[in-house]
Structure formats: C-alpha cells, structure tokens
C-alpha cells in the first residue's frame, strides 16, 4: 500500500517552461488536494477535487492548472513556469468529506531560475 | 474564507518541559481542528485532531484544547523529549459541505526545537 505517490521529487525549470506534476493514490480516496509550502506561510491549497470529475480553486491557484483524470490521479500543470512558483508542493487525499484524514504525498522540490 | 493564525513563529523548550502552541481561527462554522508535524524534509503528518463538539482531547503526551466561542485551539505537548523537535502546523476545515468536501486551511507553522 503507497499511499500517495508523487512524481517527481525534485526539478528545476526555466522561466516559461512548462511541467506536470503527478500525484496518485491507492487509497480509494474521493477528495485529492495541492498545496504549496513556502517558508513561514504554511501550506495553501491551490486547487482541489472532491470527488473523480470536479475541480475547484483554492487559495491561490494562479498560474496552474489541474486534471483528475481518474479516481486515483490528479495532476497539477504550470503551464509558463516564473521564479514565485518555487516552492515544495504536496499533494493530499482525503476519504472525508470533511477535510479529515489527510495523507499527504512526500511532495516535490520545484525551482524555478 | 477562513483564515487561521499560529503562534509563536518558532518555540525553544528545556526537554522534559511543557510546550503550548496556540492558533485562532475566523470562520465560526469550521468543525474540525487536526494538528500536524512535519520533520526536516518529510511530509506533514497528523498527530491529533479534534471536532467541535469536544472541548479537550489527549493522546498520551500530545492533547488539544478548543474554544469554540473564543475560535482558539491550543497543542499541548508534555514531557517533551529531542523527537518532538519539528515544525508543528495547526489547520482548520473549511468550505462549501453541500459541494462535498472542505479543504484544510493551515497555520504559518511554529518550529520546536527541544535543547537537551
């Protein structure tokens, strides 16, 4: 049992490229969620799905796109990359509708030069 | 939108004290309170959480304590030993409950560092 895998666990991008970050859960969760970590302002949510088929804005969700492509996968898109987009991103799931019971990925490194 | 801020920033106890990390939250309709440690490049994980019809629950060392008229919620850490030493986030749910799933709004982080 992985949990929730993501992929890839470091990168770095030139200003303008563009990347996909995967995410993918065995645990037969509704809800997947992407967050970025950057110091001193915790973790926001830039886009989440509550269930296979939904997509919605969070927090900050400028400059990404996102697809769930199936119950299991949910994957984030920065399609023209800039130097704020650094940061760690981690993805979640959750089996309650509630926000609760999150399992998060082992997140990503991303830097952007 | 909700929104939910931590405090202190960072946190040095003697091992063997208590620590106490507070949070208050703006949005008097979240319902559940989950605290997470995340250690030096690993992921978040849940260490206790709490609803809102619950004033106070513990789990060994580890408790949390909530005022729902205040929207304040506290860690409390007893005891506290070298392992303890990560960045603790506190969260609040939030979000649409007909639109089928509240997001987890998060606190700025404190980082506890436990001199021995």
């Known amino acids: 049992n992985a949990g929730v895998t993501q992929t890839p666990k470091f990168q770095v991008l030139k200003t303008g490229q563009s990347m996909t970050l995967q995410c993918a859960q065995d645990m037969n969760h509704n809800s997947m969620y992407w967050y970025r970590q950057d110091p001193g302002m915790g973790l926001r949510l830039i886009y989440y799905s509550a269930s296979e088929g939904t997509t919605d804005k969070g927090e900050v969700p400028n400059g990404y796109n996102v697809s769930r492509l199936n119950k299991r996968e949910f994957s984030l898109r920065l399609e023209s990359a800039a130097p704020s987009q650094t940061s760690v991103y981690f993805c979640?799931?959750?089996?309650?509708?509630?926000?609760?019971?999150?399992?998060f990925g082992s997140g990503t490194r991303l830097t952007v030069v | 939108g909700e929104n939910v801020e931590q405090h202190p920033s960072t946190l040095s106890v003697q091992e063997g004290d208590s620590a106490v990390i507070k949070c208050t939250y703006s949005d008097s309709a979240s319902n559940y309170f989950p605290w997470y440690k995340q250690e030096l490049g690993k992921r978040p994980q849940l260490i206790i959480d709490?609803?809102?019809?619950?004033g106070e629950k513990k789990d060994q060392r580890i408790a949390v304590t909530l005022n729902k008229t205040a929207k304040h919620f506290s860690l409390h850490i007893t005891e506290t030993q070298p392992e303890d030493s990560a960045v603790y986030f506190c969260a609040a749910s939030w979000g649409d409950i007909i639109q089928g799933a509240q997001k987890l709004v998060f606190g700025q982080g404190t980082r506890l560092t436990i001199n021995p």
């Open positions: 709490i609803r809102s019809n619950v």
């Open positions: 979640a799931s959750s089996p309650r509708w509630d926000g609760g019971g999150y399992t």
